[in-house]
C-alpha cells in the first residue's frame, strides 16, 4: 500500500486490483473531495522510458473522451519516476467477472450492455480513436446495471513495443479479429469484432474459439466458420444468433463496418423484446445455418402400431376425397368457381382483421415529447429512452445555454412521436467568450481550479515579494478580472512569496553557501546539555547548532530530514514538517573536526543538500 498521498493531492485509500500494465488504487482527491482510481504503471515495464512517455501520450489524447460510457481520463502524471493515470471511480465488478458467475444472460440483459459498449465505441469512432484492446476485463458494470469501458489509449502505445505487446496477448487473443495474426494493426474493425466476442460470451457462458495457448485459439477463429450461439444455448433467437455471426465473420468486409450499424440491430432485438415483435430475422449478409432434422426412427411395437394406424387413417381420408370428387362430379363449373371466390374472399378478409386488430393490440403508443430545450442532456436522454426514442446529439458553442444543455431540437414540442423514432437535438459547449474571474487572494491550486470551471486555461506562473499579499496567494493576473477572451486562453498569475527577507550576515565560522545550504556554529551548552570534551575514543566533542532554510521553491509544506556524520557515525537530529522559508535549527553533539550534512526533503533517496563543514571549538563547561 502507497502511505504518502499521490502527487501530494490523492490519497490512496485501498488497493482496487491489478492487471498487465497497472496497479490500480481507490484514492480520494484531496482538491475535489470526490473518489477515482489511481493507476501506476507495474514496475516491470519502468526501464522502458519510450514506452512510459507513448502511454502517456496515448493517455492524455484518450482523456478528450468525454461519454457516459467511458471512463474519464482526469490526469496523466509521474510519481517518484512512475507514470499513473487518473480516471473516474465506478463502483462494481468487471464484465469476466459477471460472465464468469451468471452466465449465461438473459437476452435482455446481454443487449442492453451489448448496446452500452457499442455506444462508446461509436463516440469514440466518431472522433478517430480506436480502443484496440476491448475485452470484458476493460468493462465496468455497476451494481445498478450502468457499464463504463476502460483504457481507451492503452492499445495505441502497444503497438510499437513488442515486450509489452507480448505480455498482453495471453488476455486479449481470444477478442482480436483472424487479421490480427498477420500483424494488421488495431482499428475500429477490431473493436466490433470483440464486441462481437462478448456478445458471444455474454449469451453462452463460453468464448466461440478456445485453445491451450494464444496461438490455439486463434487458428480456428482465422480458419473455421464462425460457430452459432445456438450450439451452446438453444434458448438463443435467430435475430440475435445472426448478429452475432456477422460480427465474427472471418473477412473484415462480411462483418459490422460501423458501430452504427451494430447497434441498429441491436436495438431492432431491443425493440422486438419490449413490444413482442418477431425475432425470427437475421441481419442482411449473413446466413444463419438451419438446425438439421433429425433422421425418423424405424421402431417395433407400439410405436409401430401408431404409425400403422396413422397410416390407416390418412387412406381413409384420401377415399372419403375421392367419392367427394365423384360426387361433385354433377355440379356447375361455373358454380365450382362463384364458391371458391367467396370463400377465398371470406378467409381473406378474416386474417386480413385479425392482423389489423393484432397491429393495433402490439403496436406501441405513441407519446408526446415535452419541451425538450432548457434541458440537460441527461435527462434529455432519460426522456428519449422512457419514450423509446433515439437520439443523435450535436455539439456546439452557444452563448446563451451553459455547457450540457440543449438549445435547440427537430421536433414541435408536444407533438406525437412513434417508437423507434429518431430526433435530432443539439447540446451548448458554452460560449465561445467567456468572462475571466477573478482568483486574486487564492491558492494556486484553487485559482486553477477556478479557471478550468471557467473554460479558461492557468498560463504562465511567476512569484515576487509582497508585503501586504500572504505567502502563496494569488497577488496578480493577466488577462484581469472581468475581460472577455476566447474559451481557452491562457491566464498568467503572480504568486506571492511574502515579505522580502532581511539579509543575515552569516557567522564568520560557518560555511553557508547561499540561503538553502545547511550552516553549522558553535553553540553554549543549556542548562543539562553536556559541553565540549572528549568522547570514550579520545575524540574531541563539541556542541554546535545546524541551520537550515527551507527553499521557497512553491511545493509547501514538506517533510524535512537532516542527517550528519561525524566521527562516531551518523545521526539523524531532525525529521519534521515545515513549510518553505522556515529556518530549521537544532542544537548537536560532534565529534572530531568536520562534520557532513545532507538534507533530505519528503521521501527522496537523493539529498537535496550535502556539505562537509569545519567544526569550531566550543566554550567548555
Avoid at 474519464?72 to 469476466?96: M, S
Avoid at 455506444?119 to 480513436?129: F, I, N
Avoid at 452557444?398 to 430526433?423: H, L, S
Wanted: charged share 20%; with cysteine; aromatic share 6%.
Amino acid at each position: 500500500m502507497i502511505s504518502r498521498p499521490i502527487n501530494m493531492r490523492y490519497e490512496v485509500l485501498e488497493r482496487a486490483g491489478e492487471g498487465v500494465f497497472f496497479q490500480v488504487y481507490k484514492a480520494r482527491d484531496r482538491t475535489t473531495g470526490r473518489v477515482v482510481a489511481v493507476k501506476m504503471l507495474q514496475p516491470a515495464f519502468l526501464g522502458d522510458r519510450s514506452f512510459c512517455n507513448a502511454l502517456a501520450e496515448a493517455a492524455r489524447s484518450a482523456s478528450a473522451l468525454n461519454h457516459a460510457q467511458i471512463a474519464r481520463i482526469l490526469e496523466v502524471g509521474e510519481e517518484g519516476g512512475t507514470p499513473f493515470l487518473v480516471t473516474e471511480y465506478v463502483r462494481g465488478i468487471n464484465l469476466k467477472q459477471r460472465i464468469a458467475r451468471i452466465a449465461p444472460f438473459t437476452l435482455s440483459v446481454a443487449v442492453d450492455f451489448a448496446i452500452a459498449i457499442g455506444e462508446a465505441l461509436q463516440y469514440a469512432h466518431g472522433l478517430g480513436m480506436a480502443h484496440g484492446d476491448l475485452r470484458p476485463e476493460n468493462v465496468i458494470v455497476s451494481p445498478e446495471g450502468a457499464v463504463k469501458v476502460t483504457d481507451f489509449g492503452v492499445a495505441a502505445a502497444l503497438a510499437a513495443f513488442p515486450a509489452a505487446f507480448a505480455a498482453n496477448i495471453p488476455r486479449s487473443a481470444a477478442y482480436r479479429p483472424p487479421e490480427a495474426s498477420a500483424g494488421s494493426p488495431p482499428d475500429i474493425t477490431w473493436d466490433l469484432y470483440a464486441l462481437g466476442v462478448i456478445l458471444f460470451e455474454m449469451i453462452t457462458g463460453a468464448l466461440p474459439y478456445t485453445g491451450d495457448t494464444p496461438q490455439a485459439a486463434a487458428d480456428p477463429a482465422a480458419r473455421d466458420v464462425p460457430p452459432s450461439p445456438r450450439t451452446l444455448n438453444p434458448g438463443v433467437p435467430r435475430s440475435v444468433e445472426g448478429i452475432t455471426m456477422k460480427a465474427l465473420q472471418k473477412r473484415p468486409e462480411d462483418r459490422y463496418l460501423h458501430a452504427a450499424d451494430f447497434l441498429s440491430d441491436l436495438k431492432s432485438v431491443r425493440d422486438a423484446l419490449r413490444f413482442g415483435r418477431s425475432l425470427s430475422w437475421s441481419p442482411s449478409g449473413v446466413t444463419v445455418p438451419q438446425v438439421a432434422p433429425q433422421p425418423e426412427r424405424h421402431q417395433v411395437g407400439p410405436a409401430a402400431s401408431q404409425s400403422i394406424q396413422a397410416s390407416g387413417r390418412a387412406s381413409t381420408g384420401v377415399s372419403a376425397m375421392a367419392g367427394s370428387s365423384a360426387r361433385d362430379e354433377g355440379v356447375s363449373p361455373l358454380l365450382k368457381i362463384a364458391l371458391a371466390t367467396v370463400v377465398v374472399i371470406l378467409i381473406t378478409a378474416v386474417v386480413a382483421g385479425v392482423a389489423a386488430w393484432m397491429a393495433i393490440m402490439t403496436k406501441p403508443p405513441e407519446q408526446r415529447m415535452p419541451n425538450l430545450v432548457g434541458k440537460k442532456i441527461e435527462e434529455v436522454r432519460a426522456i428519449a429512452d422512457k419514450a423509446n426514442v433515439h437520439l443523435i446529439e450535436h455539439e456546439e458553442y452557444n452563448d446563451q445555454y451553459d455547457p450540457g444543455v440543449v438549445f435547440k431540437a427537430d421536433w414541435v414540442p408536444g407533438r406525437p412521436i412513434a417508437p423507434g423514432r429518431t430526433i435530432p437535438v443539439w447540446v451548448s459547449k458554452g460560449s465561445r467568450m467567456v468572462w475571466v474571474p477573478s482568483v486574486l487572494g487564492k491558492t494556486a491550486q484553487d485559482a486553477e481550479d477556478t479557471l478550468k470551471a471557467q473554460g479558461l486555461t492557468l498560463g504562465d506562473v511567476d512569484r515576487q515579494y509582497s508585503d501586504t499579499v500572504p505567502f502563496g496567494e494569488i497577488m496578480a493576473q493577466n488577462p484581469k478580472a472581468g475581460k472577455r477572451v476566447p474559451r481557452g486562453q491562457p491566464v498568467n498569475l503572480t504568486i506571492s512569496d511574502g515579505p522580502k527577507p532581511q539579509p543575515e550576515a552569516p557567522p564568520s565560522d560557518t560555511g553557508t553557501i547561499g540561503e538553502t545550504s545547511p550552516s553549522v556554529t558553535p553553540s553554549e551548552p543549556g542548562a543539562g546539555e553536556p559541553g565540549a570534551g572528549e568522547s570514550a575514543t579520545n575524540t574531541q566533542v563539541t556542541v554546535q547548532r545546524i541551520r537550515v532554510t527551507v527553499p521557497r521553491d512553491g511545493r509547501g509544506l514538506r517533510r524535512v530530514r537532516v542527517e550528519y556524520d561525524d566521527a562516531n557515525g551518523t545521526h539523524t537530529p531532525i525529521d519534521e514538517l515545515h513549510n518553505e522559508g522556515d529556518v530549521v535549527s537544532k542544537r548537536v553533539e560532534v565529534a572530531g573536526p568536520t562534520m557532513t550534512i545532507r538534507v533530505y526533503y519528503n521521501d527522496d533517496s537523493t539529498p537535496a543538500v550535502e556539505q562537509t563543514l569545519p567544526v569550531s571549538s566550543g566554550s567548555r563547561p
